[in-house]
């Protein structure tokens, strides 16, 4: 009953209540959980402490983490003043205070590590406005970005900064944070060993994302362990990270294809999956598909681009979800079929040679010749008509004069292009007896 009429002077004197990832914030580096490959003793983070000499970072990863932490926890390791901004919120004039500033604190001899999340949104202008605060030492600048830098970052900046890669974190990461936030909590979570599984996958690689999920499922009242069918009726699976225009576009179309081209079509179906369960447009994915089959599969396989060009057309005319089965069928037959690029690796060697070779004409026994004019300065003389020669084949040249000829279509020994080979053995030895 006492506390129904505590005082507010009382309730000012009690500790608010923090969010478990605020509590179980790194108190140092090697607190850190995951990131070895910047933060171990021989990896870059390691090796510039133990040297004493950290220069200008940018660290680009998903969200989750630990960018803010390992910025805030540099600066600590090092004695810098550890300034917190954010590209989102910050002006130009809010920059300028924050320079001046760091200006005073160096006059005084401290170091300002100034953080910059999400500094990818900072307009061009406003990144070059980092360079000489940069150069001159007022600042050491560490900023967060989930974007490409090398899309989204001035070259001039990019010069000046180190760019470290944190990735997501692994299962055996979020077990032993979930492990920490068992003992910070004092309990285990009413979890089945497969539903403990699939709390941090819902997480997707987020350490945050899997905090704040432990604090719900912690204040849950229980009399047995959940299993994954009930934790899933509880909560919701955090969306997939998905940008249709950014890097995990890039890098999953790129996943799709390749592995189409690796004849795996497991691997295959699984990103063509990833990608339309993030949301991309099938028809960006048909478009896509058709060029696998032109590139990788090429004329080993001729009807393959029709394969995909029928899916295509089916999804057109079914829609989702649906056609998006006959999208998956062309993958699948695309991964399995036989690989040649002989027909891609020809043209841009044709292309290539067309550059090269200039405006360079056509032989003039290949021209037409419809008036008396062409006649007489020699077009179509001495052509042969190569269904009145033996076997359909006259073995003529069809080069510019003077070219030496060149051998830029080589089809492979793997489907189709294996009789494609032997046609075009077989023309290249009756051209050399027709030829002397």
Not at 5 to 29: N, V
Not at 139 to 145: E, M, N, Q
Not at 246 to 266: F, M, Q, T
Request: glycine share 8%; net charge negative; charged share 25%.
């Amino acid at each position: 009953m006492a506390d129904l009429f505590d005082t507010g002077a009382a309730r000012s004197e009690r500790e608010p209540p923090r969010p478990l990832a605020d509590r179980l914030r790194p108190k140092s580096l090697t607190e850190v959980i995951g990131q070895e490959q910047v933060l171990g003793a021989e990896a870059p983070l390691g090796v510039m402490l133990a040297s004493g000499s950290l220069s200008s970072l940018i660290l680009w990863g998903p969200p989750g983490v630990g960018k803010t932490t390992i910025a805030r926890l540099l600066a600590q390791e090092t004695d810098l003043a550890f300034v917190q901004i954010s590209a989102i919120f910050t002006g130009v004039p809010d920059l300028k205070k924050v320079f001046e500033a760091a200006r005073l604190r160096r006059q005084n001899g401290q170091g300002t590590l100034l953080f910059v999340d999400e500094i990818h949104r900072f307009n061009k202008a406003q990144q070059d406005g980092f360079l000489p605060h940069m150069e001159d030492g007022t600042i050491l600048l560490v900023g967060a970005t989930t974007e490409n830098p090398s899309f989204e970052l001035n070259a001039a900046l990019l010069s000046r900064a180190q760019v470290l890669v944190l990735e997501r974190l692994g299962a055996a990461d979020l077990e032993h944070l979930t492990v920490r936030a068992e003992r910070e909590l004092d309990r285990e979570l009413p979890l089945t060993p497969g539903a403990r599984v699939a709390l941090q996958e819902m997480a997707d690689g987020d350490g945050r994302a899997l905090l704040n999920l432990i604090e719900q499922v912690a204040a849950w009242k229980v009399a047995t362990p959940l299993d994954r069918e009930a934790l899933g009726a509880r909560l919701m699976r955090r969306a997939t990270k998905y940008d249709k225009s950014g890097d995990e576009h890039y890098n999953l179309i790129s996943a799709l294809h390749k592995s189409v081209r690796g004849s795996d079509p497991d691997a295959a179906l699984y990103w063509l999956a990833r990608m339309l369960t993030g949301g991309e447009d099938p028809r960006y994915l048909a478009r896509r598909i058709t060029r696998m089959a032109v590139e990788d599969i090429g004329l080993a396989d001729p009807q393959a681009q029709s394969i995909c060009l029928h899916a295509w057309e089916v999804y057109e005319r079914l829609g989702s979800p649906e056609g998006e089965l006959a999208l998956a069928q062309a993958v699948v037959y695309l991964a399995l079929a036989p690989k040649s690029n002989g027909a891609y690796v020809g043209y841009k060697a044709a292309m290539r040679l067309a550059k090269q070779s200039g405006s360079a004409p056509p032989p003039k026994h290949i021209l037409n010749a419809p008036t008396g004019l062409m006649k007489d300065q020699g077009y179509g003389a001495g052509y042969a008509y190569d269904h009145d020669a033996e076997d359909g084949f006259s073995g003529q040249n069809y080069f510019p004069d003077g070219m030496e000829r060149p051998q830029l279509y080589q089809p492979v020994e793997r489907g189709f292009e294996r009789e494609l080979k032997k046609r075009l053995d077989y023309f290249a030895r009756l051209r050399e007896q027709r030829n002397g």
